[in-house]
């Protein structure tokens, strides 16, 4: 039977499989194509350099080139992205940078009001302001509707 070998073969699987799997997380988690470059992109106050071009976490990615890129944060706002940066305050944080859709309503209200299931029709933007991307909780797609008027509908999975 030797126990002592298979405990040991054991523990050499355990820490290959961890290895593996640490090494395997953290090239899912970050950032897309490295550095942005380009200046013209909006920061807070407290948002600086080094921006992104995109970023990856456990539950989606969010791309900056793609101008209908939205997402929902912890405490209901629905924001357009414009940027990815990093946070003067803690180098270690990453923020995205964006504005608030002020004016939200149904899409459609029969048979339920359509924010029940988190689609919404939005216009108006507010001022630029930023959050930790660990407040995103959800993206979104945003379809032009008539006007200066949008739906958005938020992706069932990503990643």
């Excluded at 405990?7 to 395997?24: D, G, M």
């Excluded at 990856?56 to 990615?61: G, L, Q």
């Excluded at 964006?98 to 299931?117: A, M, W």
């Excluded at 995103?136 to 509707?145: A, E, G, S």
Aim: aromatic share 6%; with cysteine; net charge positive.
């Amino acid at each position: 039977m030797k126990p002592l070998q298979q405990l040991a073969n054991r523990f050499a699987e355990n820490r290959i499989n961890n290895i593996h799997f640490k090494n395997k997380s953290s090239q899912q988690n970050g950032p897309i194509n490295a550095y942005c470059k380009l200046k013209e992109r909006p920061l807070t106050a407290n948002s600086c350099v080094p921006q992104y071009t995109g970023w990856k976490t456990n539950k989606f990615t969010i791309k900056i080139n793609n101008s209908d890129n939205c997402v929902k944060i912890k405490n209901g706002s629905l924001v357009l992205l414009e940027n990815i940066a990093t946070s003067k305050i803690d180098n270690n944080k990453i923020l995205v940078v964006g504005r608030c859709y002020e004016k939200i309503q149904d899409f459609v209200n029969t048979p339920c009001s359509s924010q029940l299931l988190d689609i919404h029709e939005v216009r108006q933007l507010g001022s630029l302001q930023s959050w930790p991307l660990e407040e995103v909780v959800n993206k979104l797609v945003r379809l032009p509707l008539n006007g200066d008027k949008f739906v958005l509908i938020p992706f069932a999975h990503d990643t």
